[in-house]
């Protein structure tokens, strides 16, 4: 009788443990925080013309759990753009970015007149950033840019 009380016991907290109210494993967010710099390619083409020209891109990634905020500036010929406001959303687990409210809204920008962001990709691998973006403009064609950023 003795025997079998304990075994109850056993039992019945093996049945708790394992029973469907066990936690989850926890999920992990790939580490990337940190400060990224590289080279960055702007290209512009409109009909059978196309200019591209090369800069440099340094962003600043802070993050807390899944939750991302970069910000930073890149540079073409001499003249440093700040990104403002800085860019937030959350990485995924397999390092794929999201915006937090992004849209493909129509901006307007005083040379190339109205713009709209067709495609954008930012996903993280290791020390590695890599960044894509295509636009299409009123007045300056599709522009398209990229970069492959390392962690410093």
Do not use: K
Not at 22 to 42: D, F, I, M, W
């Amino acid at each position: 009788m003795r025997n079998a009380l304990a075994l109850a016991v056993i039992l019945s907290g093996l049945v708790a443990a394992c029973g469907s109210g066990s936690p989850a494993a926890p999920t992990e967010y790939p580490q990337v925080a940190g400060t990224y710099t590289g080279t960055l390619t702007l290209s512009v083409s409109q009909g059978s013309d196309s200019v591209t020209v090369t800069g440099s891109m340094r962003l600043v990634v802070e993050q807390s759990g899944p939750h991302l905020i970069i910000s930073g500036s890149m540079t073409f010929f001499g003249e440093t753009t700040e990104l403002e406001p800085p860019i937030v959303g959350s990485i995924d687990e397999t390092g794929v970015f999201t915006e937090t409210g992004s849209s493909s809204e129509i901006e307007r920008d005083d040379d190339c007149g109205r713009f709209r962001v067709t495609s954008d990709t930012l996903t993280f691998a290791g020390s590695t950033m890599e960044l894509t973006l295509t636009a299409r403009t009123d007045h300056c064609g599709v522009i398209r840019m990229s970069a492959t950023l390392t962690r410093n």
